[in-house]
């Protein structure tokens, strides 16, 4: 269960750290004149809207892990950890591929700002975080609570880690190579993932 919750963590911060979600807003903001509490406002509710589908499709597959550790417990605990390495090697192979979510493309900043934010709140549900998603598959086997945990803890450390980076890059508090860290995001996260279910495999 350790393991879980620290994978779940771990991945979290990372997410929140990676700028291809929040540093586009603070283009846009910056290109258009809004205010810092204009930027914050709308990197919340964009945030907010990436946390919610993302914790939807978990709650559907947390319910999956309940259902197949009830029906299959002497497999699940290699599954389980399969699962994760699996994805992270994709998230790696993707790496190379050069293939990245990049929220600028979805958004035409010659719109009204109602209409920018809205753009920005949409493209963000419609872009869930699904390097998590294998945690609530896992966290199944250790019923609904653990479930819930991951939930509230992705929302709360996702989205004040997205609002906290853009706040401190606003006021130039952050001097990163934000292109190098967002294109590292898929790699940094397979292996995050792989680590995670290697060693689930012996302490799951």
Request: charged content about 10%; some cysteine.
């Amino acid at each position: 269960m350790e393991q879980i919750i620290f994978g779940s963590l771990l991945i979290s911060v990372l997410h929140a750290m990676i700028p291809n979600h929040w540093l586009p807003v603070l283009a846009i903001g910056r290109k258009e004149s809004w205010s810092l509490q204009e930027i914050t406002r709308v990197t919340f509710l964009s945030g907010s809207a990436h946390a919610l589908s993302t914790v939807l499709i978990g709650l559907l597959l947390g319910v999956a892990g309940v259902k197949m550790h009830a029906r299959w417990e002497g497999y699940f605990h290699l599954f389980a950890p399969v699962t994760l390495i699996v994805i992270g090697v994709y998230f790696v192979y993707q790496h190379y591929r050069h293939r990245h979510f990049h929220l600028h493309q979805y958004i035409d900043p010659n719109r009204s700002k109602n209409k920018v934010i809205m753009a920005l709140v949409i493209a963000m549900f419609l872009s869930p975080c699904m390097e998590i998603e294998a945690f609530f598959l896992m966290a199944g086997s250790h019923g609904w609570w653990l479930i819930g945990f991951l939930a509230v803890m992705y929302c709360v450390v996702s989205v004040a880690g997205m609002v906290a980076w853009v706040r401190l890059a606003y006021k130039g508090l952050l001097k990163l190579n934000w292109h190098k860290l967002e294109h590292s995001a898929g790699i940094i996260t397979g292996i995050t993932l792989i680590i995670t279910g290697i060693i689930s495999f012996y302490i799951y």
